[in-house]
C-alpha cells in the first residue's frame, strides 16, 4: 500500500476507536447511574421495611391501658324493709354515687408512670357542655404513680359529695340528665412512648339502674386513645 495512504487509514481507524470507546464510556456511564438507582432505590424499600416491622413489633409488643370496667352505687336507696344480698353494698345516706374505675394493661409488656385523672358528675343527656376539668395541681392532690404489669389492673373510686336528691334522681329515670365518670390515663410503654387513654363513662333510665351495683356505660365520644 503506498505511503501516502497509511497515513489516512491510519487516522480512520483512530477515529474509529476513539467513537468506539466514548460509546462504550456513554453506555457504561448510564448503567452505573442505572445500578446505582436501582440500589438507592433498593435501599430505600429496605428502610421502609424495616421502619414497617418495628412499628409492627411495636404495636403487637406496647402496653395498651385503658378502661376495663366502672361500677357505681349508692346512687338510690334500697326500698323500705328489703333484705340485701350477701356482699351487696350498704347504702350510705350521707354522700352521693360512688363509682369504681377498673384500668387494665391488655399489652404484653409494662406500662410505666400510670397515672388516672377521673371525674364524677351530674349533667344534662344528652351532654352538650363542656365537661368541667378541676385543677391538676390543686394544692393537697394527691398524684400516685404506678407501674402496671403485662395483664394487671388497678383501681380507682370516686363519689359525688352529696346524695341525689328526688328531683334528680326523676331525672336520671326520665333520661333528661345522667351521672357521667370521666377523666383519663396518661403512661408510658416500654419503647419510652408517651401514651394517653381518654374514656367517658354514663348512666341514667336509658342504661338502668338499682340501689345495687351498677354497671356504666360508654359515651359515643370521649372514649380516645393513641
Not at 8 to 29: C, D, E, K, S
Not at 150 to 163: F, T, V
Request: net charge neutral; aromatic share 10%.
Amino acid at each position: 500500500m503506498p505511503a501516502d495512504l497509511l497515513l489516512p487509514l491510519f487516522n480512520g481507524l483512530l477515529v474509529v476507536v476513539v467513537a468506539f470507546q466514548v460509546f462504550w464510556m456513554i453506555r457504561q456511564t448510564k448503567w452505573m447511574r442505572k445500578s446505582g438507582e436501582a440500589a438507592s432505590e433498593s435501599a430505600d424499600v429496605a428502610a421502609r421495611s424495616l421502619a414497617t416491622l418495628k412499628d409492627t413489633a411495636i404495636r403487637q409488643l406496647r402496653a395498651y391501658v385503658f378502661v376495663d370496667t366502672i361500677d357505681v352505687v349508692n346512687i338510690i336507696p334500697p326500698p323500705p324493709g328489703e333484705v340485701l344480698p350477701a356482699g351487696a353494698w350498704n347504702y350510705q345516706p350521707a354522700i352521693g354515687p360512688m363509682a369504681y374505675i377498673i384500668i387494665k394493661n391488655s399489652g404484653q409488656t409494662p406500662a410505666y408512670d400510670v397515672l388516672t385523672w377521673a371525674d364524677i358528675k351530674f349533667l344534662e343527656f344528652p351532654n352538650t357542655s363542656p365537661l368541667p376539668y378541676g385543677d391538676r395541681n390543686a394544692p393537697g392532690l394527691i398524684k400516685t404513680k404506678l407501674t402496671l404489669p403485662a395483664e394487671g389492673k388497678s383501681s380507682k373510686s370516686i363519689k359525688l359529695q352529696q346524695p341525689l336528691t328526688n328531683d334528680e334522681i326523676e331525672k336520671l329515670r326520665a333520661t333528661t340528665h345522667a351521672i357521667y365518670v370521666y377523666g383519663d390515663i396518661t403512661y408510658k410503654d416500654a419503647f419510652d412512648n408517651q401514651r394517653t387513654s381518654n374514656f367517658r363513662y354514663f348512666i341514667n333510665g336509658f342504661t338502668g339502674f338499682t340501689h345495687l351495683s351498677n354497671t356504666m356505660s360508654g359515651c359515643p365520644e370521649g372514649n380516645e386513645a393513641d
